[in-house]
């Protein structure tokens, strides 16, 4: 006698996992069970092994696991790609390792879905108990950032959705059917900007994205992005060049790839600079000279990429 499959969770939990600091990663995934524990939904961790040894033992008991496999170091994106494809849940939240939910998140992200199902829904992030500005705003051009960072306003009363710019990958929330029909991921972006991406094509197709007040996910910063500052600042580059390509005119495109030219010149130029900070930054000019002042490149090689 056959035994009968598992009932679907009612949400999936995507985690790319890369060299994932393992007490941020237990950070995350207690979360993830604290929360669905409040919310009294069943969850299942979908993590995908994007490189290193894949943590198993972090995951709480009781938690339903699926361990996905990459090629290897495939990039973000493509990685949540295919946990979004082993989802069988009807929502996914894609969550960072290195991010936690506060307890009444999955409940907040779940009633925001039931009230808004084709929308697009980012938790509110914090990093050091600071909003993270850069969750919600886009840019193509460093000046525009500032400009708008500025701007933004931390008070926005009591409304529980707030439509946004831009969903951060860090703790997206959707129907699965609707992130699946988006992509959601375009796989030509290594890392980084891959949202800003998602976030374009999602409003030109008229689908709002709105952030999650009551839905808030403290933010850490990943240990990797010291480990792997090069191919950090490389990917930056890369998946800033790239999402302005696709969607903006040429010579908005071009006229951007100056200005960050002059930016990286300017920082290597500045007093005091570290040996690491500056490898960093000028890995920033291997991504500029690839791309020069072509409409569009190859897929970045994490292995020549500084």
Known sequence: MSLAAPAPSDVDVVIVHFHSDRALLRRCLDSVADAAQHADLTVTVILVDNG???????????????PVKSRGNIGFGSAVNLGVAAASAEAVLVLNPDAALETPALAAFRAALQQEPEALLVGW???????????YIDWDFSVERIVKRTRWSDDLGDGGLLPVEKVSGGALFARTAVLRTLG????????????????????????????????RVDHAGSASETSFHPLVEAARADGAIRVTALHRPRVVSVLQRVELALVTTLGLARPGLDRDARRARWARTASLRRWRFRTQVPRMDPDHAS
């Open 52 to 66: 290193g040894s894949l943590p198993v033992e972090l995951v709480p008991d009781g938690v339903r696991f699926v």
């Open 125 to 135: 992030m914090t990093r050091d108990g600071q909003v993270e500005r850069d969750s």
């Open 184 to 215: 959601p991921f375009d796989e030509r972006f290594f890392m980084y900007c891959e949202d800003a991406d998602l976030s374009r094509r999602a409003r030109s197709a008229g689908r709002p994205l709105l952030a999650v007040r009551a839905a």
